[in-house]
């Protein structure tokens, strides 16, 4: 515990912006990663717990597709719009037959799911890890802004991550398509009997939302490692955010993931050895306090 | 009528017992008293977490919390007190148990996902502190050198036979135990509540009186269940308290059966076995516990006991409700 | 009659061997069988791959030469995935039911401690150590066993070592003020403060400003690559390695890091250096293995070898299995003898010629650990050799601080 030197942090412009910067970096990450998760428990009501493994898939495609291909651009599309088909499958194939079924019985066959692509990466990728390594379109220097530092990489996944948040939020409450999506998670007979095609409605969630894991996992890999298993920690971390922010609710997911993002930024200064646990106290207390999370509705 | 039921247990579990005990006296092998000891410890484990699951409806995604709590309360105390054996498996479920009291009483308000969370989220605090507390927990090394003074009437538990038989009687007794409370009328109730809370709250049942119970006991049992798992790895570790673990536990009682006494007992066996076969042959293990579970979850929906028990319907008790809240 | 007999107790000999088919393993009968455990999933699978490869590598040899004792060698592989309780189990299976007659545990963390304890408990099996780096698991004699042995350098040695090589260097680069990143576990912690320890013994004005303790596999970097470099350190030791080694570079290289301040690192294994694309120029490193040091012909052509068979680099996992395999194969001529008790007594105080030692010999001390390995500091160049202007380690002083820390420790 170095309370002394979260004090004198405090009490530092440079410091405060700075820490400040790198935990709305740390956190606008976490929200892309998460969003996934958020959408598809908002909608569907599913906890996708392969989440984890949309992300690694996402992030080893675009790996491999900049390989052959030379371009980050194509690489992150490769990694989005394959997990995007990958969704499809997943919901068709299993999550499709376990809608309505216990969560235990949703989470097993995340599980397993899981289980077998992570020794299918390991098969294909091996089981070394590999690095993307940043393209050279951004192998430039920080830049300063308002006394804090940003690189440039991350402002473009900064404004991705907005992007997708307003683009969620919105079309979810606003659009027609979103209300149409929402009914249909609540009363899926009534919405089919009006005519939608409720099987091609969740289809399409899955869809969008294992699209957004592998985008974040493509747009992640420069600055990441590679390895299988690498979803666990993203599935944990997801988890978390969403939990606190709200099951299912978009604004909850970048509340909170700026919120954890901030306390990562301010709390390596103040308990470099225990930042995670204060995490999990966070969690608790909010589950205690306001269990459907800060921007949750109660069900 | 009111005795027999318990008598019959009983009978199965020495039966069951003197079989498991006969089996070194024919064929000693290692491998599979391993397992015995193994599947003994998670045994308790995954039945402590059905408690919670089957019985009252309580997903608890934390349960591994109470099994690795056992484990290094007992570790501990045999390393670093002169306690003997009994007295320090003893205390370290108290310990767990007391554990288990608190951590409950501030989880079982929440419902059902929220709880579930919470659980988790606890689990994940007290693995974080097991890493950091490293003076005395050892970190993520475990605690190392060994428990010392391995003897319990006589057993001689640093031989894998007498650790093997040891391991069995406590895992029958425990079990009959676990089998005992959830036949009882306290075990009722928690159905009740599984079924349907209000009307159970409607007839006089304090809802989180009963569920705190239920949890406490799943822990204690929980803790038994480590302080075996202890002895089998001779010191205590902090993957013992990991997530992952609390996840084995659920498969278990998936993969057996979650409306089965011994359905996670089933399941715990299943696991044990598949993990043991497939690792002579494949590194490739997590695609073929995978496939296995998505043939489980996608082929017979239930878990093999339940799979069994409906398939073949006995007759033998009038079922109160098409949900089957009763157990064979 | 008999007839039917013999039919029906041939079948019920021939189900019961099915049941009891998956607990029992058969092995041909002149082969000798040696167990070996590791990790070969996960993020640092990279351990346990290429321990393997290095040992695929002994057994041609060995077998080549006529095997132990005239018997060809074969290993049985196995993962436990880094968890203790399966540790534990497989090295009971390897011994009791695989027919194992000696083991090789190229574990880490708390699965090698499991291991030990079953070599303990079992008394009656040789196992040698080789990848497990803390220096209790033989200088505490309570976790010592009689019969297990270490080859896998010790986390002391290299904090010798490196302070020594690192002290020199920040005194002619006049670097007094120093930040520390390291993963947040007992390796980590352990490790970063032993360095600490004999860093302040050589340059006493020495200034830690800051330090930080990332979680292992952490997969951002962010807030504690920010706190570092405002903490304006002249020089950062980081203890990270492979994936976790990988993400922070590339992170630091988004913040410019590397422009900033000085980075030592001991834990730069060829193939993280291979796989680090945009690693910077002039990282002070330890060799954990490297083709050119000890720079003699042996050491080359072994290095060599490896990659001609595996197509990729060796690890420091990777010699100290090779290793391991040298040890006992001098030792079983020694004893003439697979008994453990035996092969202990030869091991004990025995030297090896090998080309992984500073001057050609590894010898395993009294207390079942080796001194007299390669260790050099250098610093890192994005090409072969990779890690060039090494100097060696001095293992008098070596040896000499490691007792001092030892009695601290109340070991001896």
Same mark, same amino acid.
């Given at each position: 515990m170095d309370l002394d030197a979260l004090g004198a942090c405090l009490t530092t412009s440079a410091c405060v912006v700075t820490q400040a910067t790198s935990g709305l970096i740390v956190g606008m990450l976490l929200f892309l990663v998460a969003a996934g998760v958020t959408l598809i428990f908002g909608v569907l009501k599913i906890v996708n717990f392969a989440h984890g493994t949309f992300y690694m898939l996402g992030g080893y495609v675009a790996y491999s597709a900049l390989a052959a291909t030379d371009s980050y651009t194509l690489a992150v599309l490769a990694g989005a719009l394959s997990m995007a088909l990958f969704g499809v499958l997943f919901e068709r194939a299993l999550i499709s037959r376990v809608y309505?079924?216990?969560?235990?019985?949703?989470?097993?066959?995340?599980?397993?799911?899981?289980?077998?692509?992570?020794?299918?990466?390991?098969?294909?990728?091996?089981?070394?890890?590999?690095?993307?390594?940043?393209?050279?379109?951004?192998?430039?220097?920080?830049?300063?802004?308002?006394?804090?530092?940003?690189?440039?990489?991350?402002?473009?996944?900064?404004?991705?991550?907005?992007?997708?948040?307003?683009?969620?939020?919105?079309?979810?409450?606003?659009?027609?398509?979103?209300?149409?999506?929402?009914?249909?998670?609540?009363?899926?007979?009534?919405?089919?009997?009006?005519?939608?095609?409720?099987?091609?409605?969740?289809a399409i969630v899955f869809a969008v939302g294992g699209g957004l894991a592998g985008l974040a996992g493509a747009l992640a890999a420069p600055v990441r490692s590679l390895s299988p298993g690498m979803g666990f920690s993203i599935l944990i971390e997801s988890f978390i955010v969403t939990v606190i922010g709200g099951m299912g609710s978009i604004a909850g997911a970048l509340v909170s993931a700026l919120l954890i993002g901030m306390v990562r930024g301010f709390g390596t200064i103040a308990f470099p050895k225990f930042t995670d646990g204060l995490i999990y106290i966070v969690m608790i207390a909010v589950l205690l306090v306001r269990p459907q999370g800060l921007f949750g509705r109660r069900s | 009528?009111?005795?027999?039921?318990?008598?019959?247990?009983?009978?199965?579990?020495?039966?069951?017992?003197?079989?498991?005990?006969?089996?070194?006296?024919?064929?000693?092998?290692?491998?599979?008293?391993?397992?015995?000891?193994?599947?003994?410890?998670?045994?308790?484990?995954?039945?402590?977490?059905?408690?919670?699951?089957?019985?009252?409806?309580?997903?608890?995604?934390?349960?591994?919390?109470?099994?690795?709590?056992?484990?290094?309360?007992?570790?501990?105390?045999?390393?670093?007190?002169?306690?003997?054996?009994?007295?320090?498996?003893?205390?370290?479920?108290?310990?767990?148990?007391?554990?288990?009291?608190?951590?409950?009483?501030?989880?079982?308000?929440?419902?059902?996902?929220?709880?579930?969370?919470?659980?988790?989220?606890?689990?994940?605090?007290?693995?974080?502190?097991?890493?950091?507390?490293?003076?005395?927990?050892?970190?993520?090394?475990?605690?190392?050198?060994?428990?010392?003074?391995?003897?319990?009437?006589?057993?001689?538990?640093?031989?894998?036979?007498?650790?093997?038989?040891?391991?069995?009687?406590?895992?029958?007794?425990?079990?009959?135990?676990?089998?005992?409370?959830?036949?009882?009328?306290?075990?009722?109730?928690?159905?009740?509540?599984?079924?349907?809370?209000?009307?159970?709250?409607?007839?006089?049942?304090?809802?989180?009186?009963?569920?705190?119970?239920?949890?406490?006991?799943?822990g204690a049992f929980a803790g038994l269940g480590g302080v075996l798992a202890a002895l089998f790895v001779s010191g205590a570790y902090p993957e013992l308290a990991d997530w992952p673990n609390s996840g084995q536990a659920i498969f278990a009682v998936m993969l057996g059966g979650i409306n089965s006494f011994l359905g996670p007992v089933l399941g715990a066996a299943i696991l044990l076995a598949l993990n043991d076969v497939v690792t002579r042959f494949t590194e490739y293990y997590g695609l073929v516990l995978g496939s296995v579970i998505l043939a489980f979850a996608l082929g017979l929906r239930h878990g093999v006991l339940d799979f069994l028990r409906l398939a073949w319907p006995q007759g033998r008790r009038p079922k109160v409700s098409p949900e089957a809240g009763d157990e064979a | 009659m008999s007839g039917l007999m013999t039919r029906r107790t041939m079948l019920a000999g021939g189900g019961a061997s099915l049941l009891a088919a998956p607990w029992v393993a058969r092995a041909e009968a002149n082969t000798l069988r040696i167990g070996m455990q590791s990790i070969l999933s996960g993020p640092i699978a990279l351990l346990g791959t290429s321990s393997r490869n290095a040992l695929m590598m002994e057994q041609d040899r060995i077998n080549a030469a006529g095997g132990f004792l005239g018997r060809p060698i074969e290993f049985v592989f196995r993962d436990s995935k880094g968890q203790p309780q399966e540790a534990a189990r497989i090295a009971r299976e390897l011994v009791n039911s695989t027919g194992c007659e000696l083991l090789i545990d190229a574990e880490a963390s708390s699965a090698s401690f499991a291991v030990q304890e079953v070599v303990r408990d079992l008394g009656s099996i040789a196992c040698i150590q080789t990848n497990s780096e803390t220096s209790s698991l033989t200088a505490d004699p309570k976790i010592g066993a009689p019969t297990a042995f270490r080859v896998a350098r010790q986390g002391v040695h290299d904090a010798v070592a490196g302070s020594i090589y690192l002290a020199e260097y920040a005194n002619a680069k006049k670097l007094n003020k120093w930040a520390t990143c390291s993963p947040d576990y007992a390796y980590g912690r352990d490790t970063t403060a032993q360095y600490l320890q004999f860093f302040k013994q050589f340059k006493p004005d020495v200034e830690v400003v800051t330090d930080a303790w990332p979680k292992l596999g952490q997969p951002d970097f962010t807030e504690v690559i920010t706190k570092l470099i405002q903490a304006k350190p002249q020089a950062l030791f980081t203890l990270l390695y492979a994936g976790d080694l990988s993400a922070f570079v590339n992170q630091g290289n988004v913040y410019a890091l590397f422009a900033q301040m000085t980075v030592a690192t001991p834990n730069v294994d060829y193939p993280v250096l291979a796989a680090?694309?945009?690693?910077?120029?002039?990282?002070?490193?330890?060799?954990?293995?490297?083709?050119?040091?000890?720079?003699?012909?042996?050491?080359? @052509?072994?290095?060599?070898?490896?990659?001609?068979?595996?197509?990729?680099?060796?690890?420091?996992?990777?010699?100290?299995?090779?290793?391991?395999?040298?040890?006992?194969?001098?030792?079983?001529?020694?004893?003439?003898?697979?008994?453990?008790?035996?092969?202990?007594?030869?091991?004990?105080?025995?030297?090896?010629?090998?080309?992984?030692?500073?001057?050609?010999?590894?010898?395993?001390?009294?207390?079942?650990?080796?001194?007299?390995?390669?260790?050099?500091?250098?610093?890192?160049?994005?090409? @072969?050799?990779?890690?060039?202007?090494?100097?060696?380690?001095?293992?008098?002083?070596?040896?000499?601080?490691?007792?001092?820390?030892?009695?601290?420790?109340?070991?001896?």
């Open positions: 309505g079924s216990n969560v235990l019985m949703q989470l097993l066959i995340c599980y397993a799911v899981v289980l077998i692509f992570d020794d299918l990466v390991k098969i294909v990728w091996g089981p070394e890890f590999h690095a993307m390594g940043m393209p050279l379109a951004f192998q430039v220097p920080p830049l300063f802004i308002a006394g804090g530092v940003v690189p440039p990489f991350y402002a473009v996944l900064i404004g991705i991550a907005a992007l997708i948040a307003i683009v969620l939020g919105l079309g979810l409450s606003m659009t027609r398509l979103g209300k149409t999506v929402r009914a249909a998670a609540i009363n899926p007979q009534m919405v089919s009997a009006l005519g939608v095609n409720t099987t091609l409605l969740f | 009528m009111k005795g027999r039921p318990a008598l019959r247990d009983a009978t199965i579990a020495a039966i069951a017992l003197i079989v498991v005990l006969a089996i070194p006296l024919f064929h000693r092998s290692p491998a599979f008293e391993d397992f015995v000891i193994r599947l003994s410890a998670m045994a308790l484990f995954a039945t402590s977490l059905n408690l919670l699951v089957g019985n009252a409806g309580m997903v608890s995604f934390g349960h591994g919390m109470f099994y690795g709590l056992g484990a290094y309360a007992f570790a501990l105390t045999m390393q670093m007190t002169n306690l003997s054996l009994p007295v320090a498996a003893v205390l370290a479920v108290l310990i767990t148990t007391f554990a288990a009291l608190c951590v409950g009483a501030i989880c079982v308000r929440l419902t059902t996902d929220y709880f579930a969370f919470i659980t988790l989220a606890v689990q994940m605090l007290f693995y974080s502190i097991i890493i950091s507390w490293q003076s005395l927990t050892g970190g993520d090394q475990g605690l190392r050198g060994g428990i010392p003074r391995r003897e319990i009437f006589g057993f001689e538990l640093a031989s894998q036979l007498h650790l093997y038989q040891f391991c069995a009687i406590v895992a029958v007794l425990g079990l009959l135990a676990l089998r005992h409370i959830s036949a009882s009328p306290f075990g009722q109730t928690l159905r009740m509540i599984r079924d349907n809370e209000s009307r159970t709250s409607f007839l006089g049942v304090v809802l989180w009186r009963a569920r705190l119970a239920a949890f406490t006991i799943a | 680090i694309k945009n690693l910077p120029a002039g990282i002070q490193s330890a060799t954990r293995y490297l083709e050119t040091f000890p720079n003699t012909p042996a050491n080359k @052509e072994w290095g060599q070898a490896y990659l001609k068979k595996w197509n990729d680099r060796p690890t420091n996992w990777s010699w100290q299995n090779s290793l391991a395999m040298q040890f006992y194969e001098q030792a079983i001529k020694q004893a003439n003898s697979l008994d453990a008790k035996a092969l202990a007594a030869a091991l004990t105080g025995m030297k090896v010629n090998t080309p992984f030692g500073a001057d050609g010999t590894i010898t395993m001390r009294d207390d079942h650990t080796t001194i007299g390995y390669a260790i050099g500091w250098g610093q890192t160049t994005p090409k @072969e050799p990779f890690i060039v202007d090494v100097k060696t380690a001095d293992w008098g002083k070596i040896i000499e601080l490691e007792t001092e820390w030892k009695k601290q420790q109340k070991y001896i």
